[in-house]
């Protein structure tokens, strides 16, 4: 095929956005912690973005999207990004598809670390990271979007990472939940947001990221991503006011944490779906996933995995979901390259979706658990209690993100009680010069 500027500008504009979403997921949990944790929550976006980046192009790459060994996994024929130039992929360069998908593959290990915030040793987050990313991500990516992968073959359905993305995380999150065991004092010790505000703006960067997300994978500025970005919008839109109206009609009020979380799982839910259904399957899957996904995020309650930040509840549970209601409402009518699902006569989609779920959960719990175990053997998966008691900030990256933060007992570092000592000395100085002027 021919290159198209058209194509190739609105797949640019898709990669950053896309990049956008793992700061924004940054904001959203970092003020859902205790404010001597929100650096740490930071971190696991920020450096999954290094680390996942590296990995990526010098052999995730060629794992997920080289041609097919068996249908299961890429060879290494893009190691070092051999054969990725500038020649067409479609109607973008190779170069830059892989770079989209790249964006893809940093997010989807930092939405775990909502399960396990505020008690995971960050070197062992490091390693688990680029394990994870390469040994759990880059198969099913390949299975769902690699050419010969098997799921793709079968005929399954993810237009933009329902299964590949979110309900991997998802699952691998529930994991992480279980290894690592509660917060210190959970459930009976509460640990209330400390800046729901920041929560907020998170949700809203991720509203706008999730453009790039889901009408990207159009990998064209055509019809289908116009689809697309339609769907994507009035999916959260339905999530966020049946999340709200589940906790207005319980609790007599709806929250704004509540809002944020139904907006996300309706994104989550329509993802899988945004390219192969109609704008009212889309509300509907938002409705949906605002309902199920609040049962799913009480479920830690009742089962007793501390699931701190509700990865698996809103991820998890919004892919499977978003991904069996493909197999439901997919359309041929809206996009000719999919199938008609279940409502349509076709009950194959509807089994093969069910096959991709278990297949892309089942992968995730067994790679995360054999990853799990061997971190364990080797250099511990927790943080020690004193550090878990004084925050991970101060305890693993010897910073405190705010002057009043819950800082425990260690005095900052020598050089952050410098650069403090300075703020301070150009604070009289500004002072000084303002007293003078007057």
């Known amino acids: 095929m021919k290159f198209d500027t058209g194509d190739t500008a609105w797949v640019l504009a898709c990669t950053a ?22 650096l740490s929550t930071f971190m696991h976006s920020f450096f999954a973005i290094g680390v996942v980046t590296i990995a990526w192009v010098v052999v995730g790459y060629s794992l997920a999207f080289a041609p097919t060994r068996g249908g299961f996994i890429g060879g290494f024929d893009h190691l070092f990004l ?17 770079a989209y998908q790249l964006m893809f593959a940093i997010i989807t290990p930092a939405l775990i670390s909502g399960a396990f915030a505020e008690r995971m040793k960050f070197s062992t987050y490091a390693l688990f990271t680029l394990l994870w990313s390469l040994l759990v991500y880059c198969p099913v990516a390949h299975w769902v979007w690699g050419p010969g992968g098997w799921l793709a073959s079968r005929g ?6 329902g299964t590949v993305v979110h309900l991997t995380s998802g699952a691998s999150a529930l994991v992480l939940a279980k290894m690592l065991g509660p917060r210190l004092g959970w459930p009976g010790r509460k640990a209330p947001p400390h800046n729901l505000t920041m ?22 500025a055509n ?8 769907n994507t919008h009035v999916a959260a839109a339905a999530g966020a006011l049946a999340w709200a109206a589940v906790e207005w009609i319980r609790h007599g009020k709806p929250s704004s944490l509540g809002l944020a979380s139904g907006l996300v799982a309706g994104l989550v839910a329509v993802t899988p779906a945004a390219g192969f259904v109609g704008p009212m399957a889309a509300i509907g899957i938002g409705l949906a996933a605002g309902v199920v996904c609040y049962g799913g995020v ?13 990865a698996f509840g809103v991820h998890g549970v919004g892919g499977a979901l978003g991904a069996a209601l493909t197999g439901l409402l997919a359309a041929k009518a809206w996009n000719a390259a999919g199938q008609d699902g279940l409502l349509l006569g076709n009950a194959s989609l509807a089994f093969e979706q069910l096959v ?18 061997l971190l364990d053997r080797t250099i511990g998966l927790r943080a020690a209690k004193d550090d878990e008691q004084e925050g991970l900030d101060l305890s693993h990256h010897g910073e405190a993100a705010y002057a009043h933060a819950e800082a425990g007992s260690r005095a900052l570092p020598s050089h952050a009680a410098e650069m403090a000592a300075d703020r301070e000395d150009e604070s009289a100085v500004a002072r000084a010069t303002l007293a003078a002027d007057l």
């Open 17 to 38: 956005l896309v990049l956008l979403m793992t700061p924004a997921l940054a904001l959203f949990y970092g003020g859902m912690v205790r404010a001597k944790n929100v």
């Open 82 to 98: 051999r054969g990725v130039g500038l020649e067409a992929k479609g109607t973008i360069p190779h170069l830059l598809f892989m």
């Open 156 to 161: 399954a359905l993810d237009f933009a990472g």
């Open 199 to 220: 929560t907020m703006l998170g949700a809203g960067l991720l509203w706008f990221g999730w453009f790039g997300f889901n009408a990207g994978s159009a990998l064209a």
């Open 223 to 230: 019809q289908v991503a116009a689809l697309a970005f339609v």
């Open 298 to 310: 009480q479920l830690k309650g009742r089962f007793g995995f501390d699931d701190a930040l509700d």
């Open 356 to 373: 991709a779920i278990a297949a892309a959960a089942g992968w995730a719990v067994i790679g995360s658990i054999a990853i799990l175990k």
